[in-house]
């Protein structure tokens, strides 16, 4: 991809009549599609007919090979071409593909209509959220695959007005990761040369290759490096012949800082065509003028990063050393290295490099490769068959092998691949390793809607972590950040339509995590509006019961009043007399539905202690939460209330608070019951000579209430009390029973 400030961009070619015509389809494709897909339900019939198109059009012009794209942010090009009259569906393509910072894409051949969906998904979403789940680039490495190809380009650094080494450095990376030809004017190579021949300028550019490139993308790099390393070639071979051979030299202390991977890659290209540029094979030239301290030091650093010896850094390293006795003394470098490190202090680290010198010195695929398998694999090397013109497979045989390597199936490959090594891996640290990258690919895949395929490898580290307790420490671990990262942000939108199997496994998955994943549920459960997915979120919180209760009690002072209330409302449903204490600071919340839920937790748990904490708060609290106290219980006509009110005409002081008294006496004659007339008994038979009217407003209150229940004991009340009460008394009850009859 070339950078807009490089010159590649200082003039624009137009495009052919044809080549503009099938951009312009693509883009309309691209536009219907994007559409359907954010509109409509996966199973809806115009997402089907919008993909069709899309993946029909993607196999017409990937028949010649790929076909790449490049992004302005009002128009598309091919090879730096754009089209001569603007079409408004390209420059709307080409302005959702800026937004998301994709400076390039290439479509290969298999890019189906699955492919296409995922994709269109992740560009519905706002840019602001792609960035903050880790950019296009990574979403689409983890929910793609190789059928389209994204290049993702950080449009700030790059419009950076930069001079000198950075910007040669800059524009160096850019043209070298567009492709195997780095297309820079003389100018550029001059100044690239003068870096490569600058230890700390050379290391400048290798660091600045390999954060371009992204981490763990070793063809990537090794890829733009021989490019860098063809192009320099080229240039100082036209220029200045006689330093190709101090050039190849400092190129090749550069190579020491590939992975293993990328040294086994760039290695495998040595008896190809493209390891030629300047007359003169340059892979061949670089690995055999790596200096002994410079292959020491990959070693060393390889063996860190992967905490021992892998297959592929052995290949690399015999590649690059097929003298025994040198090899040998090499590794005697690289351990001094290692032993110098963190890992060195290790105390298995004498077991662990016992290991790395018998896979470094001896490794050998032949106790996996028979001898037949051997001489097939040498004839397939020295006598190449041309598979195109063999044509006896039938079309239907051809698309299901092709349907092998498409890109959901190699998603599902890597997920079985992953869930393979947690059963095989025996080794607890080794396993610890696998269940981190396990995990951490959950994570991405929660990030771009795979829920049920994270979940799944999340429940394959719970049940490997069964096998053996060494593992159930580092199975917890991982599962606690797994808890804590990219799910919680998106769970609470995919439990509205999951069905009840993905909502059952989710439920088992926080239940595994444990209390950890308590607080960062209750935050979600606080924020979510949906019903069906409070719902769930509450059954899961439930579930964990009393582990439950002791992790809800540590939200109550959350700064959130969201949560807090949340806390309430969790409390109340746990039940059980444990958590009444830890409700009563909320019962003086400066947040009034704080309160409510607090009131609503200690009314509906129905014991006398509950009702004497809500008295108790009732009777000494004052301002603004001594009203909304009153407020709530006056406005309370929930029957599990009715113990409450009992309670209340029992023990509440009627001349302070006379408003919550007489709501009382009005609610249990609504709810009636044999203790709510025991309870109005009592209370009219209460009273002050020195306060007769409100005595007899209480009175005929509560004569009213046993009235309208109206039940046999309450009527007996009533008829007791007009003969043997006080005058006042009988004076109530008699009016009282008057109306009855």
């Not at 004839?379 to 045989?397: H, I, L, Q």
Request: glycine share 8%; with cysteine.
């Amino acid at each position: 991809m070339t950078h807009k400030d490089s010159p590649a961009f200082n003039t624009k070619a137009s495009l052919a009549p044809d080549a503009a015509a099938r951009l312009a389809e693509f883009a309309r494709a691209c536009k219907a599609a994007a559409r359907a897909v954010s509109l409509y339900p996966g199973d809806h019939p115009a997402i089907g007919v919008t993909l069709g198109r899309l993946a029909e059009f993607t196999g017409r012009v990937t028949d010649a090979g790929p076909y790449r794209i490049q992004v302005q942010a009002d128009t598309l090009l091919l090879d730096g071409a754009s089209p001569s009259r603007p079409d408004p569906a390209i420059v709307e393509l080409a302005n959702m593909l800026y937004r998301h910072q994709i400076g390039a894409l290439t479509l290969n051949a298999g890019a189906d209509t699955a492919s296409w969906r995922t994709l269109l998904l992740l560009l519905a979403h706002t840019p602001e959220d792609v960035r903050a789940d880790g950019g296009i680039s990574r979403l689409w490495v983890t929910a793609g695959g190789p059928s389209i190809e994204l290049q993702e380009i950080d449009y700030a650094e790059v419009l950076r007005e930069k001079q000198g080494y950075a910007a040669s450095i800059e524009n160096a990376i850019a043209a070298a990761l567009a492709g195997p030809q780095v297309q820079l004017d003389d100018a550029t190579m001059d100044m690239l040369v003068q870096i490569v021949t600058d230890p700390d300028k050379l290391n400048e550019l290798m660091t600045e290759l390999e954060e371009t490139a992204g981490e763990g993308a070793f063809d990537v790099r090794t890829a733009a490096f021989l490019s860098l390393l063809r192009g320099v070639a080229d240039h100082v071979a036209k220029t200045n012949p006689e330093q190709l051979g101090s050039v190849l030299q400092h190129l090749s202390q550069a190579a020491g800082r590939l992975s293993a991977g990328g040294m086994a890659s760039l290695l495998a290209t040595r008896d190809r065509p493209e390891a030629v540029a300047g007359g003169v094979n340059v892979v061949s030239a670089v690995a055999d003028s790596i200096s002994d301290a410079s292959v020491a030091r990959f070693v060393a650093g390889n063996v860190i990063a992967e905490r021992g010896a892998s297959e592929r850094l052995a290949h690399a390293f015999q590649a690059l050393v097929p003298e025994l006795d040198r090899r040998r003394q090499l590794l005697a470098l690289a351990e001094h290295e290692v032993a110098s490190s963190e890992l060195g202090q290790e105390e298995d680290f004498a077991q662990m490099w016992e290991r790395v010198e018998g896979m470094m010195t001896s490794y050998s695929d032949a106790s996996y490769v028979s001898e037949e398998y051997g001489r097939e694999l040498s004839n397939a090397r020295t006598s190449p068959v041309d598979v195109e013109r063999t044509s006896d497979d039938p079309p239907e045989r051809v698309a299901a092998w092709l349907a092998t390597v498409n890109d959901a199936s190699l998603r599902q490959l890597d997920h079985q691949l992953l869930k393979d090594l947690l059963a095989i891996e025996t080794e607890p640290q080794r396993w610890r390793d696998v269940a981190e990258a396990v995990g951490g690919h959950a994570d991405d895949l929660i990030r771009v809607g795979f829920f049920d395929q994270a979940w799944q490898l999340t429940e394959a580290i719970v049940d490997q972590s069964q096998v053996d307790a060494a593992r159930q420490p580092h199975a917890a671990a991982v599962l606690e950040r797994f808890g804590r990262g990219a799910m919680m942000k998106h769970v609470a939108p995919h439990l509205r339509g999951a069905s009840e199997e993905n909502f059952d496994r989710f439920k088992r998955l926080c239940h595994a995590i444990g209390t950890p994943v308590i607080a960062p549920l209750a935050e979600v459960l606080s924020a979510e509006q949906d019903a069906r997915s409070r719902r769930r979120l509450r059954d899961t919180l439930l579930g964990f019961g009393a582990r439950g209760r002791e992790s809800v009690q540590q939200l109550m002072n959350a700064s959130n009043w969201e949560v807090r209330r949340t806390a309430a409302y969790l409390l109340r449903e746990f039940g059980g007399s444990e958590g009444l204490k830890e409700l009563i600071p909320l019962l003086t919340d400066t947040e009034p539905l704080v309160q409510r839920e607090a009131i609503q937790g200690l009314v509906m748990n129905g014991s006398d202690e509950a009702s004497a904490i809500l008295l108790r708060a009732l009777t000494n609290a004052t301002g603004r939460s001594r009203g909304t106290l009153v407020g709530q219980l006056m406005g309370l006509r929930d029957e599990r209330s009715a113990p409450l009110f009992c309670y209340l005409l029992r023990h509440l002081d009627r001349n302070a608070l006379q408003p919550v008294y007489l709501a009382a006496i009005e609610a249990l004659g609504v709810f009636g019951g044999s203790d709510a007339v025991d309870a109005l008994k009592h209370s009219l038979f209460e009273g002050a000579w020195w306060r007769p009217f409100q005595t007899r407003r209480i009175r005929a209150s509560v004569a009213e209430a046993l009235r309208k229940i109206g039940t046999p004991d309450a009527v007996e009340a009533l008829r007791d009390a007009s003969v043997n009460g006080p005058r006042g008394v009988r004076a109530a009850a008699t009016s009282a029973l008057a109306r009855l009859n």
